[in-house]
T-cell receptor, first 113, second 113 residues
């Protein structure tokens, strides 16, 4: 079945630092890939997505590229802000699981001023 | 356009009781999925409804059930509550377009005592 593996957290950075959160996946066929963000006490917000190989999703300064050869979808941001502090989830749909979202474990990001 | 709404936001129940949670999707969305989020198990898929039919189901016991109405609103029910059912229950809606982009509500926090 489908699975998603994220880098272990938590991650603590200073403001304006470069962010990378690694995500790799296992899936049959051609899954769609997503990054969701969860702020304290809230639901999940869709941050960005990519639906085919070599697609780059981007939003609010965050980027991730769908790499089929390495089965990866790493999240990056050039300069993080305190307001980016949240939990980030990598997820996928498609393959044998249809429309069900399969999530990674989540990565807690804390950005200090 | 209004987002996904879930009611109630918080719920405290006693072991052995049953509970019903409600979800109203984004207008025009016909697919509604439910997820359980716990610190130990992370985000797990419960089930998905599309046009009043269950289309996909996760690995949860039969105590967990759901339904969808003709206006796409959905409810999930948990009978004979156990302490381990304490979790954040998230609802997500989708247009069912390719890529299965899902939008989440704020969740219902269920505490079983």
């Amino acid at each position: 079945g489908n699975s998603v593996t994220q880098m272990e957290g938590p991650v603590t950075l200073s403001e304006e630092a470069f962010l990378t959160i690694n995500c790799t996946y296992t899936a049959t066929g051609y899954p769609s890939l997503f990054w969701y963000v969860q702020y304290p006490g809230e639901g999940l917000q869709l941050l960005l997505k990519a639906t085919k190989a070599d697609d780059k999703g981007s939003n609010k300064g965050f980027e991730a590229t769908y790499r089929k050869e390495t089965t990866s979808f790493h999240l990056e941001k050039g300069s993080v802000q305190v307001s980016d502090s949240a939990v980030y989830f990598c997820a996928l749909t498609g393959g044998t699981s249809g429309s069900r979202l399969t999530f990674g474990e989540g990565t807690q990001l804390t950005v200090n001023p | 356009k209004a987002g996904v709404t879930q009611t109630p936001r918080y719920l405290i129940k006693t072991r052995g009781q049953q509970v019903t949670l409600s979800c109203s999707p984004i207008s025009g969305h016909r697919s509604v999925s439910w997820y359980q989020q716990t610190p130990g198990q992370g985000l797990q898929f419960l089930f998905e409804y599309f046009s009043e039919t269950q289309r996909n189901k996760g690995n949860f016991p039969g105590r967990f059930s759901g339904r969808q109405f003709s206006n796409s609103r959905s409810e999930m029910n948990v009978s004979t509550l156990e302490l381990g059912d304490s979790a954040l229950y998230l609802c997500a809606s989708s247009l069912d377009n390719p890529g299965y982009e899902q939008y989440f509500g704020p969740g219902t926090r269920l505490t079983v005592t």
